[in-house]
């Protein structure tokens, strides 16, 4: 089992940019595919973004992509998320999750649970 710490958000203008960190403790970090999953109040989880274990293979929800860049670094355990051209719709908590499968398969997991997240605010 993985712990997971979101960090990076905040308060941005339209059109401005961020970009989340997200540390991941346990000595098999590189066999995971990784993912980002945001919630604005009153809405279902949403699918941002998912990478392979070995960053090769990237796949991004429809409102952010062109816009948003998933990338991570396994000798640090971290993943990313570059946040460019933000809109008030971007708004919402982001949160990283891990898992064995695919990253393709990221937007049907039913992962057990989630960590605290990072809030992001933008501001029109």
């Known amino acids: 089992q993985v712990q997971l710490v979101e960090s990076g958000g905040g308060l941005v203008q339209a059109g401005g940019s961020l970009r989340l960190s997200c540390e991941v403790s346990?000595?098999?970090?590189?066999?995971?595919?990784m993912g980002w999953f945001r919630q604005a109040p009153g809405q279902e989880r949403e699918f941002v973004a998912a990478?392979?274990?070995?960053?090769?293979?990237?796949y991004y929800g429809d409102s952010v992509k062109g816009r948003f860049t998933i990338s991570r670094d396994n000798a640090k355990n971290m993943v990313y998320l570059q946040m460019n051209n933000l809109k008030p719709e971007d708004t919402a908590v982001y949160h990283c999750?891990?898992?064995?499968?695919?990253?393709?398969?990221?937007?049907?997991?039913?992962?057990?649970?989630w960590g605290q997240g990072t809030q992001v605010t933008v501001s029109s």
């Open positions: 346990g000595r098999t970090f590189s066999s995971y595919s």
């Open positions: 999750n891990a898992d064995f499968r695919s990253a393709r398969s990221f937007p049907d997991i039913d992962f057990p649970s």
């Open positions: 990478i392979s274990w070995t960053g090769a293979n990237t």
